[in-house]
């Protein structure tokens, strides 16, 4: 196996990345809280934490990753006050709570398969494990680390030595990091307690509520990413992934509720992506300055051009989306696919230049995720001394990875081959027409071609075509 180094939130440090068990990875992703659509800072999340399976897979594991979608429990405030942002959108939207969340839910896929985002090998939606929470809820007040006040259940994280481990952070600068508001919980015996159950909650409208032996009531968002990581993953996670809003309370609250009940540590690895900033600021559902991959094709940009726009920054920086930044991508992606459709498949595969590039890849890619350095490979590899078959190969190979469609499908190659034959043979027609001074019959060619979105530009260096 190469060696993979990544940054490690917990530690504060690129560590290597070593899995419990050899060979094998097993990967938790908080999924999107399905009251709207994914806005394309949340697909960023996305989008690397792909860009990480997908490295993890080509660099030899096997890999289990398990994604949640919140549909109860996630209220305005990350702090558990507000209204479960659920509830708020089925009002907004006249519908129930569980049609919005398969509306949302199937969109959330869309757009992830627009963008070459791989479907997790598991994804269960949080209204799925209620027996699970229970049963987790339970183990807490065993432990000694769960109490009942004015009718919700609350973990005691008094409790705990080193609650903020993850952080880095203190008491008095709680609110650093926290999504939202935070209003005081009066029924908190420190205000870093967070809600496990609630049951007499100040929300008469939520729609979807459980018997407990708390009452009848619905699970706290925290408690939700726990328990479905352990259903499917066991009592020990190698990775677990999210944006950097999520540190705070949410991943901090996860580690001490799962390392409470479990009594040991649980997760070795934490990886976050910075914000997608607009020029307003962190791009959020929940303050409407929201743009999806949607309107980025109303407005003519094939999804992949913000894959690339993605894969050209770090994870660990925040990006600032501004149009222009995105037609730079634009017009790199193009370029870089038209310099592809050009090399021929010809000569025989050079194994050791194979290899070469191939370990340079793995080695900047490697290096903290830096997806940019994996593209810059790329475009070096573009420039080399080396048959188009190894070029191709390679460029199949690394986009195992980067998912940018830089290699079409044998059949949809096999489709261009014989539309650039038919481009070409007619080309060379109006050349000999026009030769014969048949201006009508080169006329026709030319019209023919653009019926079929061809664009024919004409110089002394010959004639070339483009395809709308
Ligand atoms: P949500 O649907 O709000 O639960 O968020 C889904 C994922 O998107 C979480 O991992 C968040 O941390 C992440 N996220 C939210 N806003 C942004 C942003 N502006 N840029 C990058 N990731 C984000
Ligand atoms: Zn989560």
């Known amino acids: 196996?190469?060696?993979?180094?990544?940054?490690?939130?917990?530690?504060?440090?690129?560590?290597?990345?070593?899995?419990?068990?050899?060979?094998?990875?097993?990967?938790?992703?908080?999924?999107?809280?399905?009251?709207?659509?994914?806005?394309?800072?949340?697909?960023r999340s996305y989008i690397m934490e792909d860009v990480l399976e997908k490295f993890l897979r080509y660099i030899g594991y096997d890999v289990k990753r398990v994604m949640n979608i919140t549909d109860v429990g996630h209220l305005s405030s990350d702090g558990d006050t507000g209204e479960d942002k659920m509830v708020a959108g089925a009002?907004?939207?006249?519908?129930?709570?569980?049609?919005?969340?398969?509306f949302y839910e199937d969109a959330f896929f869309k757009d992830c398969e627009m963008l070459n985002i791989k479907t997790p090998d598991v994804v269960e939606p949080?209204?799925?494990?209620?027996?699970?929470?229970?049963?987790?809820?339970?183990?807490?007040?065993?432990?000694?680390?769960?109490?009942?006040?004015?009718?919700?259940?609350?973990?005691?994280?008094?409790?705990?030595?080193?609650?903020?481990?993850?952080?880095?952070?203190?008491?008095?600068?709680?609110?650093?990091?926290?999504?939202?508001?935070?209003?005081?919980?009066?029924?908190?015996?420190?205000?870093?307690?967070?809600?496990?159950?609630?049951t007499k909650s100040k929300f008469e409208s939520q729609e979807l509520k459980w018997e407990s032996p708390w009452g009848v009531g619905y699970p706290g968002w925290h408690i939700e990413c726990s328990a479905i990581s352990m259903k499917h993953l066991g009592e020990y996670l190698d990775l677990h992934c999210g944006g950097v809003d999520n540190i705070f309370p949410h991943h901090t609250n996860e580690i001490a509720q799962s390392e409470a009940a479990l009594g040991h540590s649980w997760c070795s690895h934490w990886f976050h992506v910075q914000?997608?900033?607009?020029?307003?600021?962190?791009?959020?559902?929940?303050?409407?300055?929201?743009?999806?991959?949607?309107?980025?094709?109303?407005?003519?940009?094939?999804?992949?051009?913000?894959?690339?726009?993605?894969?050209?920054?770090?994870?660990?920086?925040?990006?600032?989306?501004?149009?222009?930044?995105?037609?730079?991508?634009?017009?790199?992606?193009?370029?870089?696919?038209?310099?592809?459709?050009?090399?021929?498949?010809?000569?025989?595969l050079e194994q050791e230049k194979f290899d070469e590039y191939k370990a340079k890849f793995i080695e900047n890619v490697g290096n903290d995720l830096n997806t940019?350095?994996?593209?810059?490979?790329?475009?070096?590899?573009?420039?080399?001394?080396?048959?188009?078959?190894?070029?191709?190969?390679?460029?199949?190979d690394f986009d195992r990875v980067l998912s940018l469609g830089l290699i079409g499908s044998e059949e949809k190659a096999e489709e261009s081959d014989e539309f650039t034959e038919y481009v070409e043979k007619l080309i060379a027609e109006r050349a000999e027409a026009k030769k014969a001074k048949n201006w009508a019959?080169?006329?026709?060619?030319?019209?023919?071609?653009?019926e079929k979105g061809v664009t024919l530009k004409d110089s002394k260096e010959g004639t070339t075509w483009t395809k709308a």
């Open 1 to 43: 196996m190469d060696k993979f180094y990544l940054y490690n939130t917990l530690t504060k440090t690129v560590d290597e990345f070593i899995p419990r068990e050899e060979g094998r990875v097993s990967m938790y992703t908080c999924g999107p809280t399905v009251y709207h659509f994914a806005h394309i800072g949340n697909l």
């Open 91 to 102: 009002k907004r939207e006249g519908k129930t709570v569980l049609e919005l969340a398969k």
């Open 275 to 348: 914000h997608l900033n607009d020029r307003e600021g962190k791009m959020s559902k929940s303050k409407g300055n929201i743009l999806t991959v949607s309107v980025l094709k109303e407005k003519g940009y094939d999804p992949l051009v913000y894959r690339m726009f993605c894969l050209q920054s770090h994870y660990r920086k925040p990006l600032e989306f501004t149009w222009e930044t995105l037609d730079n991508s634009k017009a790199a992606y193009e370029r870089l696919k038209n310099r592809i459709a050009a090399i021929a498949d010809e000569g025989e």
């Open 441 to 450: 019959r080169a006329d026709e060619i030319r019209a023919e071609l653009a």
């Open 372 to 396: 940019s350095l994996g593209l810059t490979v790329l475009y070096d590899l573009l420039k080399a001394d080396m048959s188009g078959k190894t070029k191709l190969a390679l460029i199949a």
């Open 126 to 198: 949080a209204t799925h494990c209620i027996a699970e929470y229970i049963a987790l809820i339970e183990k807490l007040f065993e432990n000694g680390y769960a109490y009942e006040a004015g009718g919700n259940v609350y973990f005691d994280t008094s409790k705990l030595g080193d609650y903020y481990a993850l952080t880095g952070h203190s008491a008095d600068d709680l609110r650093v990091g926290v999504r939202d508001d935070v209003d005081e919980d009066g029924n908190k015996r420190s205000k870093t307690d967070f809600v496990l159950w609630f």
